[in-house]
């Protein structure tokens, strides 16, 4: 599932079957390349943050919650795609070479692992190159070869 | 990945760890003429007019030389001891001479190998031409072993033959003049 446009998800919760909310960002963790959470359009009962663990499921058009206690507070030093600009943003190889802009972030709806990076002229990144997301730039392992 | 640019090329490059955060940027490139090789870097903070970093960079905490970037593993990289040098780095305006006394011109640049950081050859202002900044250009390659420098840099007779025009082809001829040193038995 691409997060470039999570922010178009709304949030069911299933024990009142109704909207609760709307996704607003996405946070990774670029060392073990899972999603963390997301950070929620508008804040339910003073709480802004949907913990992976707490996502009973990520659908094609919606997250759900089992009830209103899924939401939490945002943990320190949690990366938000968006948030910090990784999305759009330059993406390093190793070895110093600019191969692109970051697109977009492909991860498993089951689990939240990060599969891959999606680059701005389509190449795709596997999740194992990523070494680090930071203020200046994403890196990445191997200098990408764009697609022919 | 190997690739030759000129040290002048690296001056403002950011300095970036694995993490993907900037730490630095280039100010200078630091290099032994004697030994052929750059020490390290000088560096600025980053952002406009930002000023001078006490911090230098040494080559062996450098993971890679990029076109768009120089990388670094972790901040920690800035923290390295520079290997002490025996003779001092700024070879620009030196002349170049022949070992059979042929002097060739005034260095305008140093051409870097940023594989292993090893300077490959001298971008240099020919005699006779215009010293000015829109003065035609040659490139003429070093031995491995680094160069004898004192008050001129002084160069086989034999790397006349394999001086370049452009860039482009001078990691060929810097190759074609090892071998022939090699050959030579030097």
Do not use: C
């Not at chain 2, 190998?113 to 490139?139: C, F, H, Q, W």
């Amino acid at each position: 599932m691409r997060l470039a446009d999570i922010h178009k998800h709304p949030v069911v919760d299933l024990s009142s079957a109704t909207t609760v909310t709307h996704l607003a960002d996405v946070a990774i963790d670029a060392t073990t390349r899972q999603v963390l959470g997301f950070t929620l359009r508008k804040a339910v009962d003073g709480h802004d943050w949907l913990a992976w663990a707490d996502v009973h499921a990520l659908g094609t058009d919606a997250a759900t919650v089992s009830d209103s206690q899924a939401f939490t507070a945002m943990p320190d030093g949690a990366l938000l795609l968006k948030g910090s600009g990784a999305l759009g943003r330059r993406v390093l190889s190793a070895e110093g070479v600019d191969v692109g802009n970051l697109a977009d972030v492909d991860v498993e709806p089951e689990t939240g692992a990060v599969i891959t990076l999606v680059l701005a002229d389509g190449t795709t990144v596997p999740a194992e190159d990523l070494l680090g997301v930071g203020s200046y730039a994403t890196v990445i392992r191997t200098p990408v070869v764009p697609p022919a | 990945m190997s690739v030759l640019v000129r040290g002048s090329e690296l001056v403002g490059l950011p300095v970036v760890d694995l993490a993907g955060d900037d730490l630095a940027e280039v100010r200078d490139v630091l290099f032994d003429p004697g030994a052929g090789l750059v020490l390290g870097f000088t560096l600025n903070k980053r952002g406009f007019l930002s000023g001078r970093l006490k911090q230098v960079l040494a080559r062996e905490a450098v993971l890679a030389v990029g076109p768009a970037a120089i990388m670094v593993a972790d901040p920690a990289a800035l923290d390295h001891e520079l290997a002490p040098s025996g003779s001092g780095g700024d070879v620009l305006g030196d002349r170049v001479l022949t070992d059979a006394g042929v002097d060739i011109g005034t260095v305008t640049d140093v051409v870097v190998d940023t594989a292993d950081g090893r300077v490959v050859g001298y971008e240099i202002a020919p005699v006779g031409e215009s010293t000015g900044r829109k003065g035609r250009r040659s490139y003429i390659p070093l031995p491995d072993a680094g160069t004898a420098s004192g008050e001129t840099l002084i160069v086989p007779a034999a790397a006349v033959d394999y001086i370049s025009a452009d860039l482009a082809g001078f990691g060929e001829a810097v190759d074609r003049f090892r071998d022939l040193l090699r050959g030579d038995g030097t």
